[in-house]
């Protein structure tokens, strides 16, 4: 995450227009910190507020959930090359993190997610809803699920 990030702040392009910078790309995301766009990240009704709160949601699942801290990474077949996917295990738990990156819904098969052990239901943690396994799972354009289960 680059500085402004959280805010859903824009990359600066000004910087081309300065020759000592124009060929140093990084300075796409070095520009003064906007203290008027940050009072909007409480606001969820705007779009700063939307990528504030939903990067705090992200941070605080990572917090509660014990396989990102310490667990081994598995890079998985989803079935879908549309669709990221890998495992974060640790001892007593382990976390399924599904990616869309299109923008079209993207589906998985119910016989993949057998496969990748998906059995039963389990929780969406970024959506706070359950997903039945036993059906095939549809991903909205762009769609991030991290799914949690106890081993």
Request: glycine share 6%; no cysteine; proline share 1%.
């Given at each position: 995450i680059y500085l402004g990030d959280e805010l859903a702040c824009e990359n600066d392009?000004?910087?081309?227009?300065?020759a000592e910078k124009?060929?140093?790309?990084?300075?796409?995301?070095?520009?003064?910190?906007?203290?008027?766009?940050?009072?909007?990240r409480n606001d969820a009704s705007t779009p700063v507020g939307r990528v504030y709160q939903?990067?705090?949601r992200l941070i605080q699942?990572?917090?509660?959930?014990?396989?990102?801290?310490?667990?081994s990474t598995e890079i998985?077949?989803?079935?879908?090359?549309?669709v990221f996917g890998f495992f974060r295990?640790?001892?007593?738990?382990?976390?399924?993190v599904l990616g869309n990156f299109t923008?079209?819904?993207?589906?998985?098969?119910?016989r993949h997610l057998r496969q990748l052990g998906l059995r039963r239901t389990v929780v969406d943690q970024v959506a706070g809803r359950t997903?039945?396994?036993?059906?095939?799972?549809?991903?909205?354009?762009?769609?991030?699920?991290?799914?949690?289960?106890n081993l």
């Open positions: 392009y000004s910087y081309q227009e300065n124009s060929g140093d790309s990084r300075w796409l995301h070095r520009f003064g910190f906007d203290w008027e766009r940050a009072k909007l939903g990067l705090l699942i990572r917090l509660q959930n014990m396989a990102f801290h310490r667990g998985i077949d989803t079935g879908n090359a549309h295990n640790q001892e007593s738990q382990s976390v399924l923008e079209r819904e993207q589906v998985l098969s119910a997903v039945t396994a036993a059906q095939e799972m549809v991903l909205a354009p762009y769609q991030l699920m991290i799914l949690a289960r």
